[in-house]
């Protein structure tokens, strides 16, 4: 079965930095991956998704993510943190099971992002 | 188009007393899929349901169970409410039940057991 680990549930940058949110997978099939974004008193919103074409992905408001299969990692990165990007973090797995019904969507404890003036 | 909508947007119960949570689809969404959301917990699977069918089914206790209407929409229901079960309770839709699927999430409902 899959599962996913986000290393940190706090972290803070300051504004201008770069933000880097640590995601780790196990997977036993090529998965796929994603990450989430939630804003205060709102529902999730898709950032970005990794499903086997290229290992580098980027998604909306200037995010990336990376799939390192040696590292069964994909961290989500920005270069340059605004005051807009705090909010909670979400690393998801799903394994390609080619429509099996055991496959679902799994989420990680996430990690909430500070933004420090 | 109107997006995923769950009702209420907040709920104050009591021990014991049970519960029906609602989520209505984006239109020509098949799948729904809830998720039970606790500080330093994450998501948690419940269940998804697929064309009336429950698809797929996380670890939790009986107390937990769902359904889906012809028109897609689902409501979860819990009884027996525990102190435990306060969370924010999300419900995401997506078109197909395919695991690669953009899920587009509800604002949750917030459940209070008192």
């Known amino acids: 079965a899959q599962s996913v680990t986000q290393l940190g549930s706090h972290v803070s940058v300051s504004e201008g930095a770069l933000v880097l949110l640590r995601c780790n997978y196990s997977s036993s099939v090529p998965p796929y991956l994603f990450w989430y974004v939630q804003y205060p008193n709102q529902g999730l919103q898709l950032l970005l998704k990794?499903?086997?074409?290229?290992?580098l992905v980027k998604g909306i408001n200037g995010f990336e993510a990376e799939f390192k299969k040696s590292e069964t990692s994909f961290h989500l990165t920005k270069p340059s943190a605004h005051m807009s990007d705090a909010a909670e973090y979400f690393c998801?797995?799903?394994?390609?099971?080619?429509?099996?019904?055991?496959?679902?969507?799994?989420f990680g404890k996430g990690t909430r992002l500070h933004i420090l003036p | 188009k109107a997006g995923v909508t769950q009702t209420p947007r907040y709920l104050i119960k009591t021990r014991g007393q049970q519960v029906t949570l609602s989520c209505s689809p984006i239109s020509g969404h098949r799948s729904v899929s809830w998720y039970q959301q606790t500080p330093g917990q994450g998501l948690q699977f419940l269940f998804e349901?697929?064309?009336?069918?429950?698809?797929n089914k996380g670890n939790f206790p009986g107390r937990f169970s769902g359904r889906q209407f012809s028109n897609s929409r689902s409501e979860m229901n819990v009884s027996t409410l525990e102190l435990g079960d306060s969370a924010l309770y999300l419900c995401a839709s997506s078109p197909t039940a395919a695991t690669n699927e953009k899920l587009f999430f509800g604002s949750g409902t917030q459940l209070s057991v008192l």
């Open positions: 998801a797995v799903s394994e390609n099971l080619a429509g099996n019904r055991d496959d679902k969507i799994i």
């Open positions: 990794y499903t086997s074409a290229a290992t």
């Open positions: 349901y697929f064309s009336e069918t429950q698809r």
